[in-house]
T-cell receptor, first 113, second 118 residues
Framework: AQKITQTQPGMFVQEKEAVTLDCTYDTSDPSYGLFWYKQPSSGEMIFLIYQGSYDQQNATEGRYSLNFQKARKSANLVISASQLGDSAMYFCAMREYGNKLVFGAGTILRVKS | NAGVMQNPRHLVRRRGQEARLRCSPMKGHSHVYWYRQLPEEGLKFMVYLQKENIIDESGMPKERFSAEFPKEGPSILRIQQVVRGDSAAYFC????????????????FGPGTRLTVT
């Protein structure tokens, strides 16, 4: 069974608009963490934002926010005021049962000018 | 403070040769993780090591693959007798011994080694 599901293979967004990238997860571990990483065409993995399973508030980091809905097991990434440099692959990942991360298949985001 | 370093960045091997991928974690980090990214896919966990110990190797192929993190020096991912299906990007990540104040063991990724088997 898929642990992390990213249902959007690709997304387009107009520059300066907001975009939501979907992520649902599956775990029976009460303590887990959810991460979003950005992978530009150059290939490196850039950490964006983290949400712990016990966090009461949604995580925010600059233009990135995580819409955490625990009951629905979703952890969507919201990017506000999109920029051309946001064009990249975005991965949702979950940490459970120790420190290893389980990644989704990713969503390619293209920002249009 | 240097980040996670991986070398080489690109590695070309012929079928049957050995590939050695190196990872130097961030200063002060004692946990190392290796992940593999096949083309058009997400990263897949391979192995988790601490100094001189393999903690979790549940993602490692049973044959030809091995990893170590010696007391001194970088972590090494070794692939013997490479085949075309081993062509992928191999990422190393490191994390500190203790979680951050918010409880996360944030993993910092290196730039990856792109292995091409011809």
């Amino acid at each position: 069974a898929q642990k992390i599901t990213q249902t959007q293979p690709g997304m387009f967004v107009q520059e300066k608009e907001a975009v939501t990238l979907d992520c649902t997860y599956d775990t029976s571990d009460p303590s887990y963490g959810l991460f979003w990483y950005k992978q530009p065409s150059s290939g490196e993995m850039i950490f964006l934002i983290y949400q712990g399973s016990y966090d009461q508030q949604n995580a925010t980091e600059g233009r990135y926010s995580l819409n955490f809905q625990k009951a629905r097991k979703s952890a969507n990434l919201v990017i506000s005021a999109s920029q051309l440099g946001d064009s990249a692959m975005y991965f949702c990942a979950m940490r459970e049962y120790g420190n290893k991360l389980v990644f989704g298949a990713g969503t390619i985001l293209r920002v249009k000018s | 403070n240097a980040g996670v370093m991986q070398n080489p960045r690109h590695l070309v091997r012929r079928r049957g040769q050995e590939a050695r991928l190196r990872c130097s974690p961030m200063k002060g980090h004692s946990h190392v993780y290796w992940y593999r990214q096949l083309p058009e896919e997400g990263l897949k966990f391979m192995v988790y090591l601490q100094k001189e110990n393999i903690i979790d190797e549940s993602g490692m192929p049973k044959e030809r693959f091995s990893a170590e993190f010696p007391k001194e020096g970088p972590s090494i991912l070794r692939i013997q007798q490479v085949v075309r299906g081993d062509s992928a990007a191999y990422f190393c990540a490191s994390s500190p011994m203790s979680p951050s104040t918010d409880g996360t063991y944030e993993q910092y990724f290196g730039p990856g080694t792109r292995l091409t088997v011809t």
